[in-house]
């Protein structure tokens, strides 16, 4: 592999879900945090990141499943580079089918799990959604994608713990911070303002956020940025409207961060996917 490269789909029959494929050999994933979940798997080659604490190894017949709002970065760990298959899920999206088959609310127990049965059929699966398909034929991805996903959720899930770190947010400190940029990602945030509002100091906020996600509080915001700048141009939005929307001071900060975080402008990836 020689080139970096990513592809992107919107499924006729699951327009809520991204897809993607990826050839990375000299690209390093920043710590970056995610809107949905995301379930992926290496064809070839191998990944390294970092998630929770932890480095983790990503090889063919393991699947990389990993939360929302979770912060990790991703490096290729081989000279060749890897292959990367991705299915990204929203939020509400996969909670409500956690309910359906019920789950209750629903967390990933780990970041990788080995089953070379459902990384098959994962892999199946990435294919029949990227692929052209009658409107009379929907029914076929909509019932793989349940199953699937009705596998891996019963077998991989777990109830959520909150217990607190040394020296970290709380939960409910973070959940606060959280709720905060995700309701208005565009707005101007000041750092002396967060702090007192948790009443810590400014250093004591950006130690603790750094210690319970692994990123700064600026790097969490641009991120989550980004994300929901890719939300609007999939509606449809103007990216001069975008850049707007989500706090960026022009088209062109929005265009250069984009590109760095998914390899693509935000005009390209919108003619991709509408």
């Known amino acids: 592999m020689h080139e970096e490269k990513i592809h992107y789909w919107r499924a006729p029959s699951h327009p809520e879900l991204e897809i993607s494929r990826a050839s990375f050999q000299h690209f390093h994933f920043e710590p970056h945090v995610h809107l949905d979940f995301h379930i992926g798997v290496v064809s070839h080659g191998g990944q390294d990141f970092h998630y929770r604490g932890q480095t983790w190894h990503l090889r063919p017949h393991w699947l990389s499943t990993l939360d929302p709002d979770s912060s990790h970065d991703g490096q290729s760990s081989e000279q060749q580079g890897y292959c990367a298959l991705v299915m990204s ?37 990435h294919h029949l959604l990227t692929q052209p398909i009658a409107a009379n034929d929907l029914l076929v991805p909509e019932a793989a994608v349940i199953a699937f996903l009705e596998k891996l959720m019963r077998l991989h899930g777990r109830q959520l713990n909150t217990e607190r770190q040394p020296h970290a947010l709380s939960q409910s400190q973070l959940d606060r911070l959280r709720e905060a940029f995700h309701a208005d990602p565009g707005a101007p945030f000041r750092l002396p303002q967060l702090a007192k509002e948790l009443d810590l100091s400014q250093y004591q906020l950006l130690r603790q956020f750094r210690q319970r996600t692994g990123m700064t509080p600026h790097a969490y915001l641009k991120r989550i940025r980004l994300e929901y700048a890719k939300k609007a141009l999939l509606r449809g939005d103007s990216v001069i409207s975008v850049a707007q929307q989500v706090g960026f001071f022009d088209q062109s900060h929005l265009n ?18 509408l």
């Open 256 to 273: 250069k961060a984009f590109k760095r975080a998914f390899l693509l402008s935000p005009q390209a990836f919108q003619r991709r996917m």
């Open 89 to 125: 899920l929203p939020h509400d999206w996969l909670q409500q089918l956690a309910r359906d088959l019920g789950l209750g609310y629903f967390s990933f127990a780990a970041p990788m799990l080995h089953h070379p049965a459902l990384y098959r059929e994962f892999c199946q699966l």
